[in-house]
Nanobody, 124 residues
Framework: LMCSCRRWGGLVQAGGSLRLSCAAS????????MAWFRQAPGKEREFVAG????????YYTDSVKGRFTISRDNAKNTVPLQMNSLKSEDTAVYYC?????????????????WGKGTQVTVSS
């Protein structure tokens, strides 16, 4: 399974919106739980949002609840992350990742595959 990330929109001001999407290759996509992580400069990579393999259950870290929405399309092998009401503290490199065992508050070591990451910068 290989993941690649895309970003719609460039720099965004605080309060704005941005949409990321992860496109996975390989026929086993629906066998994996998917998640988005982020890593800000000088900080550890942290879990942002996850979705189970059927798409029926999602989980978010507290700081993005009510602002971010993760979804998936198993027919298209994609995992979008819609980010609204962005804050400067959301600035980070965002990564999508796949796991056979975790989609809720995952540690990075729980993930089996990673996308390359895409920069999100929110200006205040």
């Amino acid at each position: 399974l290989m993941c690649s990330c895309r970003r719609w929109g460039g720099l965004v001001q605080a309060g704005g919106s941005l949409r990321l999407s992860c496109a996975a290759s390989g026929r086993a996509f629906s066998s994996y739980d998917m998640a988005w992580f982020r890593q800000a400069p000088g900080k550890e990579r942290e879990f942002v949002a996850g979705i189970n393999r059927s798409g029926g259950s999602t989980y978010y870290t507290d700081s993005v609840k009510g602002r971010f929405t993760i979804s998936r399309d198993n027919a298209k092998n994609t995992v979008p992350l819609q980010m609204n009401s962005l804050k400067s503290e959301d600035t980070a490199v965002y990564y999508c990742a796949a796991s056979r065992v975790c989609y809720r508050g995952c540690s990075p070591v729980s993930m089996d595959y990673w996308g390359k990451g895409t920069q999100v910068t929110v200006s205040s």
